[in-house]
């Protein structure tokens, strides 16, 4: 059996979404697009308006990860941006976790008696998965 080192990133979304920071938000998520299936968990927990700007840079996020055959996880989601997100139909897109940990844990899942000290904030994670 062969082990494969898989990064996940996670990325904090700004609190306040204006095209200056959509763009350097953007150039910073590059870098973790340029891997061959891209992980990444994008934090929502400041996000205080899902407007139009924030749906249309989650979006274009998950369609990089998945040219790459990756995905994109939000985490911390706030009950008003998750009640919008339902109304306009995408968050049939994304899979939803209360905590940066449990959405790390969802790409890499970890025997249970492991998973009680995992804890993320923003950066990058190692996990190794199986390769047959």
């Known amino acids: ?33 340029n891997t061959d299936r891209p992980c990444i968990v994008l934090d ?3 996000v205080r308006l899902m407007d ?17 055959n990756g995905d994109v996880k939000l985490s911390a989601v706030p009950a008003a941006a998750k009640a ?20 790390l844990i969802s790409f890499h899942p970890l025997p249970i008696n492991n998973t009680s000290s995992l804890t993320a904030t923003s950066g990058s994670y190692r996990a190794f998965e199986s390769a047959a």
């Open 84 to 103: 919008i997100l339902e109304l306009t139909g995408v968050s049939r897109l994304f899979e939803m976790f209360d905590t940066n940990a449990e959405a």
């Open 52 to 68: 139009r700007s924030v749906i249309q840079l989650l979006l274009g996020c998950l369609e990089e990860a998945i040219k790459r």
């Open 1 to 33: 059996m062969t082990l494969r080192v898989r990064n996940v990133e996670v990325k904090q979304l700004p609190e306040a979404l204006t095209v200056k920071q959509a763009r350097l938000f953007l150039g910073e998520l590059g870098s973790c697009m």
């Open 44 to 46: 929502c927990s400041k």
